[in-house]
C-alpha cells in the first residue's frame, strides 16, 4: 500500500522553544545581596581571625630569641606596655611591634594583663612568652636573703641590714636588745628594711611564747623576758649546740643558790652596749672587770637588766629545760667547748689548765713570728 506524501504545507515544523523562566524577586532585591555579602565577609573575617589565633598562639608560645640567662626587675606600677618594652630591651622577647603586639595581646587573652607581680626575674635561653607570663603572674622571682646569726646584738643586725644591697627603705622603729630572732629571711629585690626587721621581731614573739609554754615548772625566772635574758648570756657563752643546756644548767643552779652568774660578756655589753661585739673585744682587762656596770654580773647578784643579745631558738629552749646538774663553774678547754665543774676546788684546777693552754699558745705565736720576722 502507497501513502501519499503530504504536501509542503502539512510537512512537520519544529515546535517553538519554551520562554525561559520569570528571575526571581529575591535576586533582583539590594537586601539579599547585602545579606550574602556580610555573611561571606564574615566566614572571611572568622576565618582570619582563627588563623591569627592559631599562628599567634604558635608564636606566643615558641622559644623566645633569649640566648644567656637574664635578669629583668619589674617595678611596680609599670603596667602591661611598660612591662614589655622592658622586656624587649633586655632581649627576653623580640624588639619588633609585631612580637610587642603578640604578648600583649597573649597576656590580655588570659586575662593576666593586671596580675602581673613586680620583683626581679631570672629568664633562662629561649624562655617562650607564655613561660614569662607565668612567671611574672605567679611571682617566681629571684629570692634574696640575709643571715642573722645566734646572739648578734640589735646593733651588729641593724649594721648587716642596712649594707644589703637588695633591701630598700630607712629603718623607722629600731627594735629593743632581744626581740629579734636570728635565723636566715628571704626576700624579693625592693623588700624595705624595716620589713624584714618587723618579720624578725614578729618570729621572735611567736617562737618565745612557745618555748615559754614548753618550759619546766621549777626554773629560777619570773617571765618570757628573763628567759630572754639568760638565753642572750648562754648564747654568748658557748657556740657549741651540745653545751647550751648544761652551761644553761650551770646558770640555773647558781641563781638557785643565789649565786652571781660571773659571765665576761656581761661586762663588755654593761661597757659598750650593742656595739661590744663590732670590734674585737675578747679580752676583759683588770679595770673593766672593776668598773661601775648594771650588767656586770661579778657586780650585781641576779639577772642583769635586759639582754645582752639575741638569743636563738637552741639557746632559748635550753633555758627553758637546762640539763639537770650540779654544776656550778665551767671555763674553756682549748678546742671550742667547755670543761664543767661541781665545787670550786675543781673549778680551780680546770682553770690552772686553761691558762696553760693560752700560755702555750702565745708562745707558740711569738715563736711563728720571730720566724717570719727572720724569714726562716
Given at each position: ?200 621581731t614578729a618570729a621572735q614573739e611567736k617562737l618565745l ?92 647578784d641576779a639577772l642583769p637588766p635586759g639582754p645582752i ?68
Amino acid at each position: 500500500m502507497r501513502i501519499k506524501p503530504k504536501s509542503p504545507r502539512e510537512a512537520l515544523q519544529p515546535e517553538p522553544a519554551p520562554a525561559p523562566p520569570p528571575r526571581s524577586r529575591h535576586v533582583r532585591n539590594p537586601f539579599v545581596i547585602l545579606v550574602n555579602m556580610v555573611i561571606s565577609l564574615a566566614v572571611f573575617a572568622l576565618a582570619a581571625v582563627g588563623a591569627a589565633l592559631y599562628f599567634g598562639k604558635q608564636k606566643f608560645e615558641e622559644p623566645g630569641p633569649l640566648t644567656s640567662e637574664q635578669t629583668v626587675v619589674v617595678s611596680a606600677g609599670a603596667g602591661l606596655s611598660g612591662i614589655t618594652d622592658r622586656l624587649a630591651a633586655r632581649g627576653i622577647i623580640k624588639d619588633t611591634w609585631f612580637d610587642d603586639l603578640v604578648f600583649n595581646l597573649g597576656v590580655r587573652f588570659y586575662k593576666n594583663a593586671t596580675r602581673l607581680k613586680a620583683g626581679e626575674y631570672a629568664f633562662a635561653p629561649g624562655v617562650s612568652m607564655h613561660e614569662v607570663m607565668s612567671d611574672l603572674v605567679e611571682g617566681n622571682a629571684v629570692i634574696h636573703s640575709v643571715t642573722i646569726p645566734e646572739g648578734w646584738t640589735t646593733a651588729q643586725v641593724l649594721e648587716r641590714i642596712r649594707a644589703h644591697p637588695v633591701l630598700t627603705g630607712e629603718i623607722v622603729e629600731v627594735p629593743g636588745e632581744g626581740e629579734l630572732l636570728p635565723e636566715t629571711y628571704t626576700f624579693n629585690r625592693g623588700t624595705a628594711r624595716q620589713e624584714v626587721l618587723d618579720q624578725m621581731t614578729a618570729a621572735q614573739e611567736k617562737l618565745l611564747a612557745e618555748v615559754w609554754d614548753r618550759r619546766v615548772s621549777d626554773l629560777p625566772i619570773q617571765s618570757p623576758e628573763e628567759l630572754v635574758i639568760l638565753a642572750s648570756i648562754v648564747e654568748k657563752e658557748t657556740a657549741r649546740a651540745d653545751e647550751r643546756p648544761r652551761v644553761a644548767g650551770v646558770f640555773v643552779n647558781r641563781l638557785n643558790r643565789g649565786m652571781r652568774l660571773q659571765s665576761d660578756p656581761t661586762i663588755l655589753y654593761g661597757l659598750f652596749g650593742g656595739e661590744a661585739w663590732l670590734t674585737d673585744r675578747s679580752a676583759i682587762t683588770q679595770s673593766q672587770l672593776r668598773a661601775e656596770n648594771a650588767y656586770n654580773t661579778y657586780q650585781i647578784d641576779a639577772l642583769p637588766p635586759g639582754p645582752i643579745g639575741n638569743p636563738g631558738r637552741a639557746a632559748m629552749e635550753a633555758v627553758a629545760n637546762p640539763s639537770r646538774t650540779r654544776d656550778l663553774f665551767f671555763v674553756a678547754d682549748g678546742t671550742g667547748g667547755h670543761v664543767f665543774a661541781e665545787t670550786y676546788e675543781q673549778h680551780q684546777v680546770n682553770v690552772r689548765k686553761w691558762r696553760e693552754i693560752e700560755r702555750e699558745r702565745r708562745q707558740a705565736e711569738r715563736d711563728r713570728a720571730a720566724e717570719e720576722a727572720t724569714g726562716n
